[in-house]
């Protein structure tokens, strides 16, 4: 088998690639190690920047996120039992966030390559990655056949590792080739997908003297919560009573009234860390996604980073193809790191502030409550962290 671009993984950054290469007329083969239903169970953010929503847009698969997702024009921020409004809207000269679930922008994803007649390899097993320091890069894969399973071999000009952290294409580059920083928190979220309306029209970040919590939502009448909780947690130990009632006590009095309990649809603990892979390149083997960094979910960028990965990506690919020009592909890394490390300074930022760090002490609590005080009430402060919660436009400091 042969195609042009071989794409590991069929998450959000290696589907959306694949629309965009197509668009161009670029052939490409995704495989992925799940099934798709499996792939659709995953929970994941569900806050899009405008440059994400443009390329849904782009690509021709916005319908149903222009129809369900929620636009908001801000946040509010809990501290002190008192709610304070960002308004994103205002702040940023009339810039909003799409709340749209990822499962729902990977359905998108998936229902329009499947409708474009695409190649899409699932269950793909013990897939490895070969040769990619030539110009005559592999991948070889074992897929179940009649008579048990099958080895298959994809010839291709380039592989995109989009398999996420835990993936295979990072881990095939020659060690020593790649740096990689990385930052683990000493706390988990423990996050609830609840069949009731959400709290509040907008989002709540809250930071309470008992630890962060976040209300967010899905649609009208589907919530999803998260709580700070111990690494050492398990999920079984959250009873859903047992949720409910830690999120009333971290919330204000309002909040706490106006809440509405529901069945639970899924429930699970997700430890929080901040991790980049430099460069994202390796020969024709290329990195994107969760494959080359990881944000805590604070402030929501790790979806919207896959997004911006694979738009650099698919126009330097582009280039090449059509320009015999690998100025862009030269430029790859460099180009999606600069980004990627603003959003980690920000996501790093926006734990450090709304979490509790008893390992701080006093005077670290007494340093967060001084900066959540001068970030409500400094037109600064606020300007500042909503410009990067909206995210920075596509070609910023071009
Ligand atoms: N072979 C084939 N597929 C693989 C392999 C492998 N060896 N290893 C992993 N995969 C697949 C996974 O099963 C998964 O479906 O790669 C896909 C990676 O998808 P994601 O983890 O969703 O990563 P990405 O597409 O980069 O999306 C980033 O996901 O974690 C969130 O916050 C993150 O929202 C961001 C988004
Ligand atoms: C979510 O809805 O799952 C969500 C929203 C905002 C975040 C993180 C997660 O910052």
Redesign the pocket.
């Given at each position: 088998m042969r195609t042009q671009v071989a794409i590991?993984?069929?998450?959000?950054?290696?589907?959306?690639l694949g629309q965009l290469l197509n668009k161009a007329g670029i052939d490409t083969i995704i495989?992925?190690?799940?099934t798709s239903d499996?792939?659709l169970t995953?929970i994941?953010?569900g806050v899009l920047e405008q440059v994400c929503v443009d390329l849904m847009d782009e690509v021709g698969v916005g319908q149903r996120m222009h129809h369900e997702g929620l636009v908001h024009g801000g946040f509010d921020l809990l501290f002190k039992g008192q709610r304070h409004r960002i308004d994103l809207n205002r702040l940023t000269g009339g810039k909003n966030v799409m709340v749209y679930g990822?499962t729902e922008l990977?359905r998108d994803l998936m229902d329009a390559r499947k409708a474009s007649g695409l190649s899409t390899i699932y269950t793909?097993?013990?897939?490895t990655v070969h040769d990619f320091d030539s110009h005559q890069p592999r991948v070889r894969?074992e897929e179940d056949g009649v008579k048990g399973k099958k080895a298959n071999e994809i010839e291709c000009d380039f592989i995109v590792g989009?398999?996420?952290?835990?993936?295979?294409?990072r881990a095939s580059v020659p060690s020593g080739a790649l740096r990689e920083f990385e930052k683990i928190y000493p706390f988990g979220w423990l996050g609830m997908l609840s069949e009731s309306p959400p709290v509040h029209e907008e989002l709540i970040y809250a930071n309470s003297p008992r630890g962060f919590a976040l209300c967010s939502q899905r649609s009208q009448t589907r919530s999803r919560y998260y709580l700070q909780v111990p690494l050492t947690d398990k999920v079984q130990d959250w009873s859903d009573e047992a949720f409910w009632q830690e999120l009333r006590l971290r919330l204000d009095p309002k909040a706490r009234e106006q809440l509405v309990t529901g069945p639970t649809i899924e429930k699970s603990i997700a430890p929080l860390r901040s991790f980049v892979t430099e460069p994202m390149r390796f020969g024709r083997l290329f990195l994107?996604?969760?494959?080359?960094h990881?944000?805590p979910?604070t402030g929501?960028?790790?979806?919207?980073?896959?997004a911006t990965?694979v738009k650099y990506l698919s126009s330097a690919l582009i280039e090449c193809y059509e320009e015999k020009s690998e100025a862009g592909i030269d430029h790859y890394s460099e180009r999606c790191l600069r980004r990627i490390w603003r959003a980690e300074r920000f996501s790093w930022w926006l734990t450090s502030l709304m979490h509790r760090f008893p390992e701080n002490g006093e005077m670290g609590q007494k340093f967060q409550e001084a900066e959540l005080d001068y970030l409500i009430n400094s037109e600064a402060g606020s300007r500042s962290l909503a410009e990067n919660y909206v995210g920075l436009p596509l070609d910023f400091g071009e």
């Open positions: 590991i993984g069929a998450g959000p950054s290696g589907l959306l495989l992925e190690r799940q499996h792939v995953r994941r953010a990822q990977t793909a097993g013990n897939l894969y989009c398999d996420g952290f835990h993936g295979v294409c994107a996604g969760d494959a080359a990881i944000v979910p929501a960028k790790g979806l919207n980073l896959a990965d």
